[in-house]
């Protein structure tokens, strides 16, 4: 049986069967899910930069939102 090392963890875990693949558990799956909602994760790049969201703001506000 084929066997990966969980990302969040670094335990043995196997690949078939595994709904959390490539985590060993749902706990590891979901603190490598908060590690990027809290930007503790990036990929390397340009930062790409803010747009208005504010009706003050030049431009006004995104398209779909009413002032």
Request: proline share 19%; aromatic share 6%.
């Amino acid at each position: 049986m084929r066997s990966v090392r969980c990302p969040t963890c670094r335990r043995e875990t196997p690949w078939e069967g595994n709904p959390q693949r490539p985590f060993c558990s749902d706990r590891c799956r979901v603190l490598d899910l908060a590690a990027w909602a809290d930007e503790r994760y990036r990929i390397p790049g340009e930062p790409v930069p803010a747009e208005p969201d504010t009706p003050d703001a030049p431009g006004g506000p995104p398209p779909g939102r009413e002032r």
